[in-house]
Each structure stands twice: as C-alpha cells, then as structure tokens.
C-alpha cells in the first residue's frame, strides 16, 4: 500500500500537519513489489473555507509526503503551488 500526505510548509492559511491525499493498494503476492501512481490534482491543495461555504485554494509552498503509513515516509518532496 502506498499513500500520500502534503504538509503546508509556507501557506497563507493553518493547515493540518498531513492531510492525506491518495491511496493506492494494489493486489500483491508475498515478497511482490509494483510501481503505483497516486495522483493529486489542484483540488489536493484546497481546503473548505467554512465562512464561503465552498472549497478555496491556497498557493504556497507544500511538502509531498509518500509512504506505507502516516508513520512510515519513505519520499519528500517539495512543491510550490500557484494559482
């Protein structure tokens, strides 16, 4: 299983410390490994703003975080999201 988090490193607004974003769980054997594609869109970067009522986008700059759990990260990346 693999799964996907962001951290907001630098955003306008407070952000939870990962938000999960994807999971892949592809059917496996014992010992099999697979390449896995989780993908994230402009929509993985929002967060609902409860005073519009609507999902808004915030840019900033975001750590990509892919791992087996929340606990077990094995890739970081950073990221700048723009409008």
Do not use: C
């Not at 799964?3 to 999960?20: D, M, N, T, W, Y």
């Not at 009522?53 to 975001?62: I, L, R, T, V």
């Amino acid at each position: 299983m693999a799964v996907s988090f962001i951290e907001g490193v630098q955003s306008a607004v407070l952000r939870p410390a990962k938000e999960l974003k994807g999971i892949a769980s592809p059917p496996l054997e014992p010992g099999e490994t697979r390449r896995v594609r989780v993908e994230m869109d402009r929509r993985s970067f929002a967060y609902y703003d409860v005073d519009r009522g609507d999902w808004a986008d915030s840019p900033g700059e975001f750590e990509i975080l892919i791992g087996r759990s929340s606990e077990v990260i094995e890739l970081r990346r950073k990221l700048t999201f723009t409008r």
